[in-house]
């Protein structure tokens, strides 16, 4: 088994206010064994600068991630937040591509790799969300869907960028529903993502990048995700919301096989 650092994000999306975000900030910063893991947490955005000082800068061992920003400079672009913003505030990690951002919002592919590359040249670390809709699942095309994604959203990133890219299979109709994906299809889904990974960068940066899976992942079915030879950690949305539910799941990544 290949050894990739687990990875685990927390995306709180439009959920919690300010106080509900610092008191889970506050307990994920005294709580959260980040020993053998990376640790991620996507607070709103009104509130990334409160959450910021909860955990205390760039050297914090939680890293702060935006779920959103504008890919342009400072300038005039209302109601826009801007990397420079985010990095004021030592904020480190951005997403793209999430589905609802896809899907609800109406990002388009090429939208996404313009953020993608913006972030990246801004020293971003970024996580590239993919994955189909049920529709697309239906008809067999999970695998197409994920590479065009990522041909899509990876176009333009040099090898070298490559190591500030996360990925996260997330597929669509697994997201907030309570109805995950089985670990076997998620764990097929992530081996076709490294395949094409390899097809495009090579086998050193295919082994090396980390295929996060989200979707209705929580503390009962985490593990079993985990325990799947391509999968990296954990996006989570609902979950990451609840203290102990979080904080299990994080354990449970710590405790995975390939750590
Ligand atoms: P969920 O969300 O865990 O609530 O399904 C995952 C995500 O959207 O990142």
Not at 32 to 56: F, H, K, M, N, R
Not at 231 to 238: F, K, S, T
Request: with cysteine; hydrophobic share 40%; aromatic share 6%.
């Amino acid at each position: 088994m290949t050894k990739r650092r687990k990875t685990i994000g927390g995306n709180w999306k439009m959920n919690l206010d300010r106080k509900g975000s610092i008191a889970l900030a506050e307990k994920l910063a005294s709580e959260a064994d980040t020993e053998s893991l990376d640790l991620c947490i996507y607070p709103a955005l009104p509130w990334l600068d409160g959450v910021a000082g909860v955990l205390g800068g760039a050297a914090s061992p939680i890293r702060l991630g935006a779920q959103n920003f504008y890919g342009k400079s400072n300038g005039s672009f209302t109601g826009e937040i801007s990397l420079e913003m985010l990095r004021d505030i030592d904020c480190q990690m951005v997403l793209v591509g999430h589905s609802e951002r896809r899907h609800k919002l109406g990002e388009p592919d090429v939208l996404v790799n313009q953020k993608l590359l913006t972030a990246l040249d801004g020293g971003f670390d970024v996580t590239l969300c993919i994955g189909e809709t049920l529709k697309q699942r239906e008809a067999d095309q999970t695998d197409a869907v994920n590479t065009a994604q990522l041909c899509y959203g990876l176009a333009g990133v040099s090898s070298q960028q490559l190591a500030q890219v996360t990925i996260a299979y997330e597929p669509v109709w697994a997201i907030g529903t309570g109805e995950s994906a089985t670990p076997e299809d998620a764990a097929s889904a992530h081996a076709a993502i490294r395949r094409y990974m390899e097809f495009a960068y090579g086998a050193e940066a295919a082994a090396a990048i980390r295929i996060q899976y989200g979707g209705s992942v929580k503390p009962d079915n985490a593990a079993d995700f985990f325990a799947q030879e391509d999968i990296d950690g954990a996006l989570v949305g609902g979950a990451s919301l609840e203290a102990e539910d979080f904080l299990q799941i994080i354990r449970l990544a710590a405790s995975a096989d390939g750590n």
